[in-house]
Every structure is written in C-alpha cells, then in structure tokens.
C-alpha cells in the first residue's frame, strides 16, 4: 500500500503564506488536501486528477494552489493570505483512480497549520 508523508505546516500570522508537501512511496491517481479543524468535521480542501485537472472548496478559491510533480510522486499546496479560519489538521489524501471523486482510500499521518489573528 503505498504510503503518504506530508510536511510544511507551522504556525504563520493572518495574511502569510505556507506551502505544505506530500511524498508519495508509490504510484498514485487522484490526489488532495484534506483538513479537519478541532470540533468540525473533516472537509476536502483540494484535488487534482493524474492529468492536473483541480477543483477547489469555495473557501479557499484564489488563495490556494494544489499541484502535483508525478516524476517524484509528489503533491503540494501553496497556501496564501492565510486566515486564522484555515487553522486545521492538514491531511494528504490519494486513490488509485486517476480521476477525482470524493473519496480518497489513503491517507497520511497531517500535518498542522495554526493562523493567528
């Protein structure tokens, strides 16, 4: 099963910048970011398909960016005019199909983004 190991979060003031990183081990389709911030439940931030098609949550549309390198089985999020809202448990999130659903069988461990105000 392949596995996934994101990297990149920290704690950033109101209007600063993050870029978070997944390493893939293996071959994977339908990449995303998933968040879940403390008492919500968790929610799809980004997905891009194995051709780099993308959709984004309303919340985040012209601040983030989802990209993928498949040479290095890599997926990132450049993360802009971050707001203290964006605070959350990041998740990398990938499944075998090449194109996105909403579903997403593997997962990593998160990686946390604190914004304060």
């Known amino acids: 099963q392949v596995q996934l190991v994101e990297s990149g979060g920290g704690s950033v003031q109101a209007g600063g910048s993050l870029r978070l990183s997944c390493a893939a081990s293996?071959?994977?389709?339908?990449m995303g970011w998933l968040r879940q911030a403390p008492g919500k439940e968790r929610e799809g931030v980004a997905s891009i398909s194995r051709s780099g098609s993308t959709t984004y949550t309303d919340s985040v549309k012209g601040r983030f960016t989802i990209s993928r390198d498949n040479a290095k089985n890599s997926l990132y999020l450049q993360m802009n005019s971050l707001k203290p809202e964006d605070t959350a448990m990041y998740y990398c999130?990938?499944?075998?199909?090449?194109?996105?659903?909403?579903?997403?069988?593997?997962r990593g461990q998160g990686t946390q983004v604190t914004v304060s105000s």
């Open positions: 293996g071959f994977t389709g339908c």
């Open positions: 999130a990938a499944d075998y199909r090449l194109s996105c659903t909403s579903e997403f069988r593997l």
